[in-house]
């Protein structure tokens, strides 16, 4: 059964950084997307980044310049690096894996507070 770990939320100042990580385990086959989602009060669930096992990346406009996504295959590792954050960034984050043959899965999410 296929299981996501995700760590690295918390809270933060304005301007400071965090970095979050999400393991996936459970299963063989080859994962062909992961990303990170992110939801705040009241709102939709909205894409930050996602990249390919190619390592292809896009990113939403509001993080662009300010967060990377990379992966480690052999280890089915995704990272979220998050700089210059702001009270807008705001959310609990969530990690999406998509394996090729198995379909989607979520982790349970992190809260990432930013505030002074």
């Known amino acids: 059964q296929v299981q996501l770990v995700e760590s690295g939320g918390g809270l933060v100042q304005p301007g400071g950084s965090l970095r979050l990580s999400c393991a996936a385990s459970?299963?063989?086959?080859?994962?062909?997307?992961m990303g990170w989602y992110r939801q705040a009060p009241g709102k939709q669930r909205e894409l930050v980044a996602r990249?390919?096992?190619?390592?292809?990346?896009n990113y939403a406009d509001s993080v662009k310049g300010r967060f990377t996504i990379s992966r480690v295959n052999a280890r089915n590792t995704v990272y979220l690096q998050m700089n210059s954050l702001t009270p807008e960034d705001t959310a609990v984050y969530y990690c999406?894996?998509?394996?090729?043959?198995?379909?989607?899965?979520w982790g349970q999410g992190t809260q990432v507070t930013v505030s002074s």
């Open positions: 990249i390919t096992n190619f390592g292809s990346t």
């Open positions: 459970g299963s063989i086959s080859t994962i062909a997307l």
């Open positions: 999406n894996v998509a394996y090729y043959d198995l379909g989607n899965f």
